[in-house]
């Protein structure tokens, strides 16, 4: 038996001219398995993770054995944000029509449906596990579809909500998922769901969040806060307490802009681990073990420094590289600031950023040109 | 006495060259009484609300008599917004840099402190009203700094913020704010809260939206809340029902990108009202009635139709015009949909967007060019 | 014999996300006669041309005889431009790209291929009026696919010339063309060049702009430049005389993102008569007569005002009305110019713009937020 | 005597919100000598050129002997650009509000007024090198003053030449020119007028394009642009052939939004040898010799690669790299042209771009997300 390949056009918004803006959806099925999801650039301008998913492909296609489960891939998910162009630049990351952040307006089942939730809670507390995670699923379908049905009838579909109802539900019935994101300048790191830590260790990356089980409306929270619920209620209510077989992560595979074939080979060995220990590989697969060492850190940890000057900006410490309390971590230019007295130069119009604390860049504001209150860098606090 | 006249130049914002943007806050006092704020554009492309101050300055430079009390007045007092144009049009509803709506992220005092509001309310709970409220003022304004130093101490003050924290310090102590902007094409209209419904027929406008006590961050919301939340604690802790000398209302003055210093002539007549009600000229003062007449409904009938289509759209009815279920809102034309059959004309590409339901429509899209899930119209359901 | 009807589909762009960008080109033809080409909203946001060209099709589809000739509407001609939506604003004057005008890069013929067009020239010397001009759209055909041959082997297409050669093929063998757009905020003007200036008075329009025969690469200048090329070069090389059985105009159909599929109507009758004088209807036709009064003006008599300040803009004066030597035509205002001063307002920030000639005003900035420099307005200057 | 400094506030805009945008303008004058001009960021994104300044006047600041002459350096010499923010990009190269290129519209003295410098020529025909050339910066000076008081009386001043006039008049006097740009991504290469090929050589740049003596607008061809038309009268009218004092040069310094404080002092490295040749340091100066090996190329040779398609692309070969005809210089990857057929990868989506020629690539497109007829690259062809 062979591994089947399907592709699926979907359309996913008109545009004024009359023409339409579609997504290329790629799946391949061996035996039954487990249905690992991943999609590229929900963010328009983070488009190294379509060379992850070429790659994959690649290494799929010459894969000689037949693969356990589905795994469906998502490239240039958001055309919306990809085309957005201005000058050169790819105005990805916010719709440009209504300000919204393209990856925060997914919908939250639960919340939305909660006398249902609870309702099938109270029908499934003593099914079994197995069983119990296929309803669940069918469970979130249903709703997913209904919900839709409801904001079409009362023509509440947005602009934003068209596309994520679509991504939404290519990825309701999965066991896996991965949202793949880059920073602004950045190294790799990788959100992982405080419950899947342990999981997420198969995913290689130098750098990982642990994010709470709240919701904030970004795409892997909209994925596995169904489950966190669904743990949370068993336990409270039934004192059950469920191990969840499903995970959703969102990697940030360095910079926007950026798109490197020769990376996105690396990317694919990064997940391949976590891909072999969902069971889509046989557990005898070798793999050559990774020398990146995951270095964790919870999200009340990961702080942005927010620019108390304007100006052009000097970047001492870069993305990856460690700094300690006082360290400069850059120098502001003002041109306003040059200052002459007497005739002679009185003031440079440069001015240091010192660390409060010591820790690790993460990511970097991707201009010099540094308006007064932007995300100058983001860093783990040691 | 006379009437004292003062401006306040207060910098809001460093650019990235160096140079400073300002605000230029007027204010006007007499007799002591109440204190009045209104402020203009914080949505940069909402300029009106600049006429109706320039015309609301030169009514009150030519009042002979003495006010009772202060009006503050920012005109542009969102330089940020008023300044970014793209092309020739004025980009101020969103921060450029961040994505995000203008009139959203103010600073909610009670949520933010609320052991501090409850020890306040404890501390106060049979403190006579006129005290009650003069030491309210005072926790407002002392909550309101302590929070910004906080921000400030832990350098999380980003660019949405600055500017907010601004405007809010300067309305803290007031009695009545007047935040002024204006819909997208429009008709004029008003938001009040629920509890300021009565005191807002002293405001003419045609159509009165009224929003429930919930905080959402728009600058009228984070100026009641605490006086509702006051309200809300002192009644269900200590049975006492408070009558609250304070409001603050959104007003939509017609179109954005407009500016007509006629209309600001008439849009000072649709407040003096008000301000006479609240104290700032003599009860005996004659005003002109207004044949306007108020027609007030609840938010939840105010209602968001977005386009279902992409294309270029007509209006058939127009902001102001009511009308029926199955009249025709207007027509999509979208150009692929020309159809020719047969060497015939099948299609012409137009559709008609029917009503289902009966109403008012108070906004429209400003452009001809619409986006698949834009906010065609908004309108009161009756 | 009936009118048969054609439509075709065309590529003009692909997207980064693989998806295309496609303009539906529309015919009618009947009898042999002349070849009348019409497009709209070569600039995005200049939209009301659509609405004449669905007009035009409803007209000539319930016409009961057989036309002369053939018309080709293009509905929609850049839907690089009008897709290009920043906020509510249709950004579709500027390439968002490489900042070119949509309407500047059209090649010239005549002068890229000078050697051939004065061979054609002397080759046909003596040929009569009307194989003459036969041939010579035959060279322009020719040389077109020639040029665009030559810059695809070179890899120099780029994204304005892409389109440019797509639309300026579809004219290329017109009688007559009429380029579809709309001022800022505006009334209807009409440009054309000295030679047709007679022809120029079948379009019904209040205000006629008379060009110069150079060319600065707009779409009506690249096809009338190489009639007025050929008129002159008979003329001063072998002393003949040609009438130029062709001509071009540029259409202002009032202001742009507006869409009035009535006004459409109205645009409609403001063609006819041009039509009927083409030989596309028969010269029995009954046409209403128009009221409109044409009033006609040398290029060098329309003059823009640029913006002395910044700030916010009161129009005293509209679009289609005149003004005297001396009028306010708007006022200024400035926030940073209230100007307080012992207590009392000195200074309301309000100054006026007087006219320096008289005149009638022709369009305004669509936007009350002005920019110091700005094309503040444009007027015939009497 | 020591060197003298001196600083200038020079209000450059009026804003909306009436603040004001302003340049520092920086000089520092030693005995007697020439007049050096450096200019950074009239592309408001390459702001490179600034850290170049800064260490200049480091550099300066603690050299200990007097300098000849007089060093003019404006930093941030264009905030309309480098403020112009769209999310984190800088809009910088084009005016947001015109989509005029910042360095295009700069006044050419000698084409606009031909009469007087033909006059200037006659009447100095005979006068002495030296002096002729101190009476032409006077004619320059006068010519521009008086230009710009016709352009101001009729009204002509628009968004940009308020700009370029500011600049224009700094360097009106200068005797060298260095206006500091970058590239998109890009190497560092250097413009040089035809006719001061040999004194570029003392710019230490590794890639040097040589552009023809006609004018198209930018700073460096206003200011040489009289010298060569002086040049040319004097010879072909007198048969005098003048040996030019004046030179101007575009120096391109790597990428755009990058701004390097240690790049910053080896670009002082770069330009020592000119300010030496100059005359600004003594001839015995000691500087240490440049590794770096000038490449000259003519300006035909420059050539641009526009995209053939739209997509995701990889580059293969960098800026600075060189290539053989056929090497594949990158890939272009287009998620709708992933194929399957049978169940199989039929095609990856990806596509190679060969090259027609052997070359060095000196700037590429800087995102992944290239639109269909993008310059995609620029190279010396050899």
């Known amino acids: ?73 998502v490239p240039l998910a958001n055309p919306n944000g990809t085309n957005n162009k201005n000058n050169t630049y790819t105005n990805g990351r916010f719709n440009a029509n209504t300000g919204d952040n393209w990856n925060r307006n997914f919908i939250d089942l639960v919340t939305l449906k909660r006398a ?28 997913l579809i209904k919900i839709e049905k409801e904001l079409k009838d009362k023509n509440q579909i947005h602009e934003n909500n068209e596309i994520n109802l679509i991504l939404q539900k290519l990825a309701i019935e999965a066991d896996g998922v991965l949202d793949l994101h880059t920073g602004p300048i ?65 990697l940030e595979l360095g910079s926007e802009e950026a798109f490197d074939l020769e990376s996105g080979k690396r990317d694919v060995a990064r997940i391949l681990p976590y891909l072999k220990y969902k069971g889509v590989f046989p557990s005898n697969m070798r793999i050559k073990p990774s020398p990146i060492k995951n270095q964790t850190i919870p999200l009340e940890n990961f702080k942005t420094i927010y620019s108390k000057q304007s100006g052009l900006f000097h970047f001492d410490i870069k993305p990856g590289e460690t700094f300690k309390k006082g360290d400069v971590i850059g120098r502001y230019f003002n041109a306003q600031k040059i200052k002459i007295k007497n005739n002679k130069i009185d003031h440079l119009g440069i001015e240091e950023l010192k660390a409060d604390y010591s820790g690790k860049v993460i990511n970097i504001f991707p201009s010099a040109v540094v308006p007064q209150g932007c995300e100058l860098l983001q860093v783990f606090k040691y």
């Not at 079994?128 to 309803?135: A, I, R, S």
């Not at 970004?218 to 068993?234: G, N, Q, R, S």
Request: glycine residues 6%; proline residues 4%; hydrophobic residues 35%.
């Open 186 to 250: 950045a190294t790799y790191y990788l959100y992982t769901p405080e419950y899947a830590k342990e999981v997420s260790k198969y995913l290689k990356f130098e750098n990982t969040l642990v994010i709470p089980h709240y919701f904030a409306g970004a795409f892997d929270e909209v994925t596995f806060h169904p489950y966190t619920e669904l743990k949370k209620y068993f336990f409270s209510e039934f004192g059950r307490d469920l191990t969840l077989p499903f995970e959703s992560f969102t």
């Open 1 to 73: 038996m062979k591994n089947i390949w399907k592709q699926k056009k979907i359309k996913v918004k008109e545009l004024p001219s009359g023409d339409t803006l579609n997504i290329n959806v790629i799946s391949v099925s061996g035996h039954p398995g487990p249905h690992i999801y991943l999609q590229a650039g929900i963010h328009g301008a983070e488009v190294q993770g379509n060379a992850l998913i070429i790659q994959l492909i690649d290494f799929l296609k010459s894969y000689k054995a037949t693969i356990n489960g589905t795994i469906t891939m």
């Open 116 to 143: 249902s939730f609870e309702k099938f809670c109270h029908k499934n507390k003593q099914t079994e596990n197995k069983v119990l995670f296929t309803h669940f699923k069918k469970w979130l379908k249903q709703t």
